[in-house]
């Protein structure tokens, strides 16, 4: 099965009572132009037994992805970085209601739940599967400005972050669905595990 597209980047507030999650405030982060998702090495623990190997387990032990998109809107940035805004007050400034956004010693950085849908081809024909990960949380990202030349050099924000297992009783780290027949479908299922209706 070829992965031939990727869209619909959306993110969720995460919260647990317990074993207990629940998620609030869903939103698409933008347009999707890259997703790559590294799993931690984690070493099979092998029991020996008879002068040989018995048994075996290997566990999920962290994890770290990165999301390209076409922009990360500062109304996004405030959710999934839990940065602040702060007026400016200038009365030189023209535009409606300018505002700084801060990154400083009051951020807090939330639990979040992250969505996005994959489009695939297997023997010729097209599908999109919807992928989850439950738990993660964002890190600041790094900025990179070039100045413009002959032609436009398009630049686009990338985020990483860290993937956990979440709260749940079997801890799910990851949720991936059978391919679907639309990418209307593939969306559905992400909003409705991020309880997201509008």
Do not use: C
């Amino acid at each position: 099965m070829a992965k031939i597209g990727l869209s619909k980047p959306y993110f969720a507030k995460y919260a647990n009572t317990e074993t207990t999650v629940t998620y609030s405030d869903g939103a698409l982060m933008g347009k999707a132009v890259e997703l790559s998702i590294e799993l931690e090495d984690a070493d099979d623990n092998i029991l020996y037994a008879d002068n040989g190997p018995a048994e075996t387990a290997n566990t999920f032990s962290g994890g770290s992805f990165t999301l390209t998109t076409d922009d990360l809107l500062p109304e996004v940035l405030l959710t999934i970085l839990g940065v602040s805004e702060e007026a400016i007050t200038s009365e030189e400034i023209q535009t409606e209601t300018p505002k700084w956004y801060n990154w400083d010693d009051a951020q807090a950085t939330p639990y979040l739940g992250f969505g996005a849908i994959v489009k695939v081809q297997n023997g010729g024909k097209v599908g999109y599967q919807a992928i989850v990960l439950p738990k993660i949380k964002f890190s600041n990202p790094s900025d990179t400005f070039t100045t413009q030349g002959e032609t436009v050099e398009w630049g686009t924000p990338e985020i990483s972050g860290t993937i956990m297992r979440d709260d749940t009783v079997n801890h799910q780290w990851k949720k991936l669905s059978n391919i679907m027949d639309s990418e209307a479908d593939a969306e559905a299922a992400i909003k409705q595990f991020f309880s997201i209706t509008a």
